[in-house]
């Protein structure tokens, strides 16, 4: 079984397999650790092996790198990329701060590794507002999610200068699929929805949360039933430790970059040793200290 040939070659090679929330179940399956963008920052910082192989897109194995600089991180597929990260550059960043001289700037962890470089702080969709209530009343730059950056701006009462950033998958669910999942599952079933959803989605949701708050909240839930309301992939976990509870998706979003990632590519990478993530020096130490700086905060 091509299982048994992943865990002999991670093993041969020290190697942990980090996946997230989003990939293939087969693929979360097979991984050592399976978790959001903030689970799998923080993972990152406590791995002993040798070689990290992320399952995920190419800003999350980025991240894994800049926090493992003498580590080995491969990547299954290089071609996994992240629409939104690839919605700002960094020169296009620091023309912006020019026209906002003194501005704290803050990116979303779906970035590249030189869009943190150039930002005071990064955040992720499960720590945004806690982060960002260490900056209030400063000016801010947010990149390069307007979604989550509004999101949190209104929890606060601030007022951010938001690039016009958004994730092509969570930016298609509209107000009919809420709807359609509430009569579905049930008035009294939780409608819970993702941060990088519209403002009028995450106003008409019971709950905005990132996909590990989702699944903290699922499982301490009294609830039966759940709307979920964001990538497809979150299923799979949200099942396999909750097998008692019915979940509906709503939307039929599915991120087709996350799904690249598959055993056979796993495999393959772990065989060859091939597709590392290489981030320049220079680069990597900015960006680790908008991350760390965000880890000391969660």
Known sequence: MIEDEIRMLRNDHRAVILAHNYCRGEVQDIADFTGDSLELARKATEIQADVIVFCGVTFMAETAKILNPGKK?????PTAGCPMAEMITAAQLRELKVRHPGAKAVCYVNSTAEVKAECDICVTSGNAEKVMATLKGEEIIFVPDMHLGGYVSRRLGE???????FCPIHDRLELRHVAAGR?????????????ECAKEVREAADHCLSTGGMCKFVKESPAERFVIGTEKGILHRLKKENPEKEFIAIGDLVCEDMKKITLEKLRDALLNMRYEVVVPEEIARKARKAIERMLEVV
């Not at 007022?159 to 950033?165: D, E, H, L, P, V």
């Not at 009569?183 to 941060?195: C, K, N, Q």
């Open 73 to 77: 991180v491969l990547i299954p597929d």
């Open 159 to 165: 007022a951010y200068t938001c690039w016009k950033g």
């Open 183 to 195: 009569r579905a599952a049930g008035m009294d079933a939780p409608v819970l929805v993702h941060p």
